[in-house]
């Protein structure tokens, strides 16, 4: 079974500055898709960037690159420029294409809560 | 607007009296799933269907029911309650083929069961 690892549970970070979340899972798949989302106070779940296991390329989606480290499981989120409204909680989520037999479940980490200091 | 709504958003009952949690997407997708998200656990599966009249169970099923017969809707069952089963939950869908599996969830329902 595919497991994924925060292993941080809380950071805080003053404004304007740059944080990287951490993020490792675990799987015997060669394919498969990872995932961020960004869960703010209002608990609405928001997709901040996709990464596909076969694109060495990382991701990036304005200030959130991703340092993709296949071969290390390791799925990392950086966020630069640090913003008030990034306060919130971020998942980090894996999705099997082969083991899941056609379920698109997402494995989701058990979060990191950032807060963003004025 | 292309989106996945549920209902009730907040939800407070007692243990043993039956409840629906419905879920509806505007997309035409085929696939749906509910989690449920617990402090220090993230969020875990519950049911899924990948199309009309397919559900399968997920990581912690016990407890609940679901059903499709429409495409776009999805309710959750808890035909009794317990307070366990205090949690938040998200309904979620995609498309099956050509979107990358970017799973669309609505805004969550929080329960609470005394």
């Known amino acids: 079974a595919q497991t994924v690892t925060q292993s941080q549970p809380e950071m805080s970070v003053q404004e304007a500055e740059t944080v990287t979340l951490s993020c490792t899972y675990d799987?015997?798949?060669?394919?498969?898709?990872l995932f961020w989302y960004k869960q703010p106070p209002s608990r609405q779940m928001i997709l901040v960037i996709r990464?596909?296991?076969?694109?060495?390329q990382n991701a990036t989606e304005n200030r959130f690159p991703v340092n993709f480290q296949k071969a290390a499981k390791s799925f990392s989120l950086k966020i630069s420029d640090s913003q008030l409204g990034d306060t919130a909680m971020y998942f980090c989520?894996?999705?099997?294409?082969?083991?899941?037999?056609?379920?698109?479940?997402?494995?989701f980490g058990t979060g990191t809560r950032l807060t963003i200091i004025p | 607007e292309a989106q996945v709504t549920q209902n009730p958003r907040y939800l407070i009952t007692v243990t043993g009296k039956k409840l629906t949690v419905t879920c509806s997407q505007n997309?035409?997708?085929?696939?749906m799933s509910w989690y449920r998200q617990d402090p220090g656990l993230g969020l875990r599966q519950i049911y899924y269907?990948?199309?009309?009249?397919?559900?399968d169970k997920g990581d912690v099923p016990e407890g609940y029911k679901v059903s499709r017969k429409e495409k776009r809707n999805f309710p959750l069952i808890l035909e009794s309650p317990s307070p366990n089963q205090t949690s938040l939950y998200f309904c979620?869908?995609?498309?099956?083929?050509?979107?990358?599996?970017?799973?669309?969830f609505g805004p969550g329902t929080r329960l609470t069961v005394t």
């Open positions: 990464q596909e296991a076969y694109k060495q």
């Open positions: 979620a869908s995609s498309q099956t083929s050509g979107a990358a599996y970017e799973q669309y």
């Open positions: 799987t015997s798949e060669n394919n498969y898709y």
């Open positions: 997309m035409n997708h085929e696939y």
């Open positions: 269907s990948m199309n009309v009249e397919v559900t």
């Open positions: 989520a894996f999705l099997g294409l082969i083991s899941n037999f056609g379920n698109e479940k997402l494995t």
